[in-house]
């Protein structure tokens, strides 16, 4: 049986992925060893689960559309859940629409160790972001089904709610949801209608609370999105912990008047003060070494006529980082440029702090273990924070909390061109087995 | 008959305006020896055009909507054309849409003294601009009624149709339009379908062309809709000309991706490349003295997300100047910035220019007439270009052509905020109406 697992691994790995000697090593050294998830079942499920919500006439390299709440994300869902029904784990969805599936434990009254990720995704997204994390957790339930391994911790495998969006179905797990987020529109309908449709319930949405330290610990696997991974030539990333995130609304008034009857002495323009504000954000993100970034994403100009100066610009900020107080120094920094651009060029510049997402760090035990699993493995591995959100980062308030990162082909992410390697989604799904068996062997106290 | 005209325009004055020594002047001293238009008739049937297109619950200060071809436009047409039967000229719509109404002169076979603008408006526009140029011409012809004065040249005032989308009507009085031109829209009827709803013949507007020399001359009163009257404290503008505009449609092509895993060194931004344009322009612009302008007024960023790094921008660019040399030379260096910033910011940029229009030089001699006919009425005058489009860059093709303008407060223009003082548009007619007389008196040779 280990044998055939083996060679049909071995298939897979020279069929679809490039060969290095690190997937060769995993696929014939040790594993004689340890127990191995099935590649080619990985690959799979994630092809299947590819076409829901796969663009009309497409194929897998043409991305996926899966928002929240969607036709395509029901479909999706009706998959996973079948699937989990297939590993022996009874799934329900909890009143915030998170699908979680049990496999019990040697160990009487132990908290669960909980594997997740989410199966939602941007318009026209990837199939690798959160759904990589998702097909993996229920391949190492059935990796361990398939060699009869019982843990002393019971497992759980979440596939959360509406990651893109917030995250919304994990943050509804550690905090009150406000009525009026309830309101709140994901692709044309509402979060209240949303829920009703995949099967949870606006109106009991506090059960979906779960209290502090009920759980052993919180794993997920994730594709890194960037490129760090990639230019290291690393297989492993080892998540230090996911960035603080300050974003700002950002309005600039200036005065909207005819492009050729005021001379440009007399103009007040507001996208003038925009572009030194765009470049402003650059400056202060990029003059003090780091991994910190700043970016405008969003940016509006009104009225939006070749013929009129502009009077009104909205834009966001956002700057990340790991450290909180760099966050919060890069904010203060850029509103000083601010009031320097507006006095210049005769506009008001509002900044108004949208959304504040702390740091959450990963729990240093953990951090080791998947270290220790990644050498077993004979894959190389690294530290790295994670720039983007994750559900993990709602988690890490109830428990400890681990994430394990694979390569992205070229940084590219939240696109149809976002790829991994076929072998760097199944080293990853190794990783996240062996760190399972190891956490579960151990204690994870506050501050472990 | 005449003092009891004089009293009237003294009481409006009074009662409407900031009363000046030059309007003081104008009513009390030369208007003896002089014709002089009715100030409150013409203030009346600009208040009563304003109702044509006004916001649902709005008053005068409002402004209007009164886009061409919409209802409001046909509403506003039928106005004006009532009033043109009232002042005995039979006006009628040629193929573009343009109305025209005559007033016979005593000269056999000499071609007319054409005066006109235009009463559409922008989307929330003001109350002056065009319609102060159609009324004050309508006021002419009444004052010539009223003093029973019969010119040499015949009389025509041309109300030209959809000046603020091209200008269109006088357009088609000097060049062929091409057919897919019909299908351009505007407020969402296509030109063809607008031409057919205000009494035009979008299958016959090749007939709305008019042979060069067939006309005297063309004059047209405007609102300057910049603050150089205002800030020089000058009633009269002799335009020089109608500036030169090139515009151009520029492409930024950058790579769209996820803000927080990409670090700053590896972003190919096309927002910030878009910023250093825009300041670009603002540069070039500016570093050499004279009246050019330059000008970003429509900007579009595109995936538009607060997470995503911008990875294409879409904007234009616009240059005006009364010396088609300095607009063709701005073109050329913030093509030549544009090659720096791709290459430092690692993007590509695209620059197409999108229109043209060559500068209209205003006839010296008309000119001269304005200046004679303003120093007539005690008003002091200046020269000045002008920065915007009008029908009259079109009429310059047929024949002479001269421009008078009247401040605007603030240099406001295309919004309801748009105003010029009741004295001062009633000044502004009564140099038209000497003006006509003065040109009515002398040849206007080419070269004049």
């Known amino acids: 049986m280990k044998a055939e697992i083996d060679r049909r691994r ?73 699937l989990m029904r297939e590993a022996g784990l009874d799934p329900g969805i909890d009143a915030a629409g998170n699908i979680t599936g049990r496999r019990a434990g040697s160990g009487r009254s132990l908290p669960p160790i909980v594997m997740g990720s989410h199966i939602d995704s941007v318009p026209s997204g990837g199939n690798f972001d959160g759904q990589l994390g998702s097909m993996a957790a229920l391949e190492v339930v059935q990796t361990l089904n398939d060699h009869r391994i019982t843990t002393r911790h019971p497992l759980e495998v979440t596939l959360w709610s509406n990651e893109e969006g917030g995250p919304v179905g994990s943050g509804a797990t550690v905090a009150a949801v406000p009525a009026e987020a309830l309101d709140r529109k994901f692709g044309g309908i509402s979060m209240r209608e949303g829920l009703r449709k995949i099967g949870g319930d606006p109106d009991r949405i506090a059960d979906a609370r779960r209290a502090p330290r009920s759980l052993h610990c919180y794993l ?51 996208l003038l003060a925009a572009a030194q504000l765009v470049e402003a954000v650059r400056d202060v993100t990029t003059r003090t070494p780091g991994r910190q970034v700043g970016t405008v994403g969003r940016f509006e100009v009104f009225p939006n006529a070749p013929n009129v100066i502009p009077g009104l610009v909205k834009l966001s900020i956002e700057f990340r980082d790991l450290s909180d107080a760099t966050v919060a120094r890069l904010g203060a920094e850029v509103a000083e440029r601010a009031r320097q651009i507006s006095a210049r060029t005769g506009t008001e510049i509002s900044i108004v702090r949208s959304w504040r997402d702390d740091a959450a760090l990963a729990t240093p035990a953990i951090q080791r273990q998947i270290e220790a699993s990644a050498a077993a493995l004979g894959l190389n591995s690294m530290h790295l924070p994670s720039g983007a959100g994750h559900d993990a980062q709602n988690l890490a308030k109830l428990g400890p909390m681990g994430m394990i990162f694979v390569p992205s082909v070229g940084g590219i992410s939240h696109s149809p061109r976002e790829l991994s390697r076929w072998s760097d989604c199944a080293d990853g799904a190794d990783v996240l087995l062996q760190t399972v068996l190891r956490v579960d062997r151990i204690e994870l106290g506050a501050g472990a």
């Open 10 to 82: 071995l298939i897979a790995l020279l069929a679809g992925s490039v060969l290095t000697h690190t997937t060769l090593a995993s696929a014939l050294g040790p594993a004689r060893r340890m127990p191995r998830v099935d590649a080619l079942r990985l690959q799979g499920t994630l092809e299947r689960l590819s076409t829901f919500g796969r663009p009309a006439g497409g194929s897998f390299a043409d991305g996926v559309s899966r928002v929240a709440y969607s036709d395509a994300d029901v479909a999706g869902r009706a998959y996973a859940m079948a």
């Open 220 to 270: 997920e696997l994730h594709v890194e999105q960037g490129n760090t991974l990639e230019t290291h030539a690393v297989k492993i990333g080892v998540v230090d912990g996911i960035v603080s995130i300050d974003e700002y609304d950002v309005e600039i008034r200036g005065f909207a008047n005819h492009a050729g009857t005021t001379a440009m002495a007399e103009r007040r323009d507001a």
